[in-house]
């Protein structure tokens, strides 16, 4: 049993005025992060787990760190504890090292003046945890916990998370302005949590979106992952209803207003591209993809006479807009070339016999082919059912095909081949570019008759190729 220090309000519940009341509910603080408190609680001091770690206890999930708010000072907490990091002293955030582990610990602070439409030109230490709570984000984040004093829940916090709503602290107008990357933000929980953005913080989403501008392409970058690898990726409909994909990615807004009448598809292409997401695993590499796999389709749409359309040459185009925007966003280039690769590939047609799938899997690389498979999967999944059945028929013999050649380990790159450059220099043949060109007929005749990848077998080929070119 432990208490709840909650404001009280009849119609919002968002007064200051404390009260306490039991509950049933109880966090279990980990070893590390009560003798944190309890250290700093012996010294005179308060302490409590604080944000995101206290949301995720009352929804059963396993946080992935744990912060904690205190009335100590920073020269205070590194007197209190033996190893310790100024992580971010001026801001009163001190690292606590406990077992290898590190736990932030910031003193209760006041935000002074946002310049930059992120971070406050100063703060200002304070005695009172309420003030430090007023300054957070959203409600659901604005809880406190410790075993002595139970949760405390100034902004109601534990009722929005019962009601499944993303509401500001406060005036959200004010949350927004302090901190533009709270709007996306925002939208990232609701797609984490599958809750839905409170009404008067909606407005000011849609109000202040252009905010977003100011916001580093690295931080957007990081919101945006988090929100298309959730379990609700179809969230992301929301940045474009508020006006959010209209600053930081416009070519969405294009591919959201893009109808597609083919008798393939019953969506418009953002909706299509939506579902596409919703179909596939949250690998991020994978939700990349199925993002960008039709941004082409806008600026390659014609209509023929029957008032069909159809969208020539869109895979080529979608990479070039992916590739164009991830770069934008300062995705690293391993990221760029695996998806880049995906959405131009992803209308690849691969024959179901083992040699189309051989040769398919050489031409796109054994790492990228068994991605283009579940790529293709969740694009005829989000489809018409026009052909659908005949279209996963297909796809489910190439795929067993593919896992054939795996289990067989036939040769579909030239490190499997039985021969390398070596061989051929012990053959007669000099190195250089002549010798590449080899290797590869010599690859080329292997993933049309796998039985040929042996080293007697490829010398009688290669005699074969010489005598033809001489």
Request: glycine share 6%.
């Amino acid at each position: 049993m432990c208490k709840i220090i909650k404001a009280e309000d009849p119609a919002v519940c968002r007064a200051v005025k404390e009260v306490e009341m039991k509950n049933t509910v109880k966090i279990t603080l980990p070893e590390d992060v009560k003798k944190i408190i309890g250290t700093i609680e012996e010294a005179g001091f308060e302490a409590y787990a604080v944000g995101g770690c206290v949301r995720d206890c009352l929804l059963s999930r396993v946080p992935d760190d744990w912060d904690i708010t205190t009335s100590a000072r920073p020269e205070q907490i590194k007197a209190l504890f033996r190893k310790t990091i100024d992580t971010g002293i001026a801001h009163g955030t001190v690292t606590v090292m406990m077992h290898h582990t590190g736990y932030e610990v910031t003193t209760y602070r006041i935000d002074g003046e946002y310049e930059d439409a992120r971070h406050p030109k100063e703060v200002v230490f304070t005695p009172d945890l309420r003030e430090d709570l007023r300054r957070r984000d959203f409600t659901i984040n604005a809880m406190a916990y410790n075993e002595r004093s139970g949760i405390v829940d100034l902004f109601c916090g534990m009722e929005d998370l019962k009601q499944k709503v993303i509401r500001a602290v406060g005036d959200p107008k004010e949350r927004f302005e302090e901190d533009a990357l709270r709007i996306m933000r925002a939208v990232r929980f609701c797609a984490q949590l599958g809750y839905e953005i409170e009404e008067n913080t909606k407005t000011a989403v849609r109000m202040l979106a252009g905010n977003l501008k100011y916001i580093s392409a690295e931080r957007i970058q990081t919101e945006l992952i988090k929100l298309i690898r959730s379990p609700y990726p179809e969230k992301i409909r929301d940045l474009y209803e508020t006006g959010i994909t209209a600053v930081i990615m416009p070519e969405f807004d294009a591919v959201m207003e893009t109808e597609q009448n083919n008798p393939h598809h019953k969506y418009s292409v953002g909706e299509h591209t939506i579902r596409t997401m919703m179909a596939i695993e949250p690998d991020k590499d994978l939700r990349l993809a199925m993002l960008f796999h039709d941004f082409g389709k806008p600026l390659c749409k014609t209509t023929d006479e029957e008032g069909i359309d159809h969208f020539h040459g869109h895979g080529l185009k979608s990479e070039e807009l992916c590739t164009r925007i991830l770069k934008r966003l300062k995705f690293d280039n391993d990221t760029i070339h695996r998806v880049g690769r995906l959405v131009k590939n992803h209308d690849y047609d691969v024959e179901p016999e083992k040699k189309y799938v051989r040769r398919a899997i050489n031409r796109l690389g054994g790492d990228i082919f068994p991605m283009l498979l579940k790529v293709k999967q969740a694009d005829i999944k989000a489809q018409s059912d026009y052909l659908r059945e005949e279209k996963e028929q297909k796809l489910y013999e190439v795929n067993r095909l593919y896992e054939e050649i795996l289990k067989d380990g036939e040769c579909v790159t030239l490190k499997d081949l039985a021969v390398k450059g070596g061989d051929l220099t012990a053959w007669g043949m000099k190195p250089g570019k002549e010798m590449g060109e080899m290797l590869s007929l010599l690859l080329d005749k292997v993933l049309e008759t796998p039985s040929l990848n042996d080293k007697d077998r490829l010398y009688e080929c290669f005699l074969e190729i010489r005598q033809n070119r001489s």
